[in-house]
């Protein structure tokens, strides 16, 4: 008795953990009350009590990952003792996601920030936007074209989010063909050792994750992003960082709430169903 009491305490501890599914968030991969079995070894063994991964490997897109909650009531919580959250994972480091105001992923083409798209308005607007243009600090930028009484130029998302903010509505501006209206900007997810620039749509989630998981001070003041009191314009990360989504979108355990999830954080990936009361999901693979 003995002996089977020290070995599952063993397979506990070095291979394999179990959770329960505490809500419909998960819901058609998993279901409330469903018990799933946790590989500790899909991203390397992280020691226990501690931070520190053995044989490190990342996280793949598409996982349904059980991690630590990055966004504790109390900060100071080991990592190790705090909540245990499972979502699927949809941003790898590097990665570059569209996210609207709610900051729910949206399937809109992929931009970068300083990606250019050719945008039109009144030509008797021309004086408006050039002094808007030169408030915002966009120097050089031409015409590229007049069509029906309109003007033609090219900017990038970031100065197209500038000009919208800066005019307030005074002038049309809008883009030149239908499929480069976006509800939504481009967010970075942070890789290591890799700066990620900062917008205004994105400075307070960098600030977030700089004061929680980065160990430094930072502060927004307007849009500005400051880290240790000095003013940057782009932050190069210690870690890697992923972004977590439920597949039930009312649900809101996910980074929406919570932000980035830091590679330090994850304890594995769930594997299989053990306990189930629907008829035929025991031992089912998690997908």
Known sequence: MLTAVILVLLIKTFAFTSCTIPSTG???SLYQGERVLVNKWSYGFRVPFSTWRWLEKPAEKGDIVLFNNPNPRSPH???SNRELFISRLVGVPGDTLMLNDDLWVTDEQVLSPDSKSLYVYPNAAEETMLDAMKQVNIAGNQLVGYADGKYIRSFSHYEYYLLKQKLSGKVDLAPLYRKDISKSHPFVIPAKGKAVKVYPWNVTLLCNTILRHEGKQASVKGDTLYVGGKQVE?????KNYYWMASNNPVNLCDSRLFGLVPDDHLIGKAWRIWFSSRKGR??????
């Open 234 to 238: 782009a932050y190069t990360f210690g």
């Open 77 to 79: 919580t080991a990592v």
């Open 26 to 28: 998960m819901e058609n």
């Open 282 to 287: 025991f031992f089912q693979e998690v997908q």
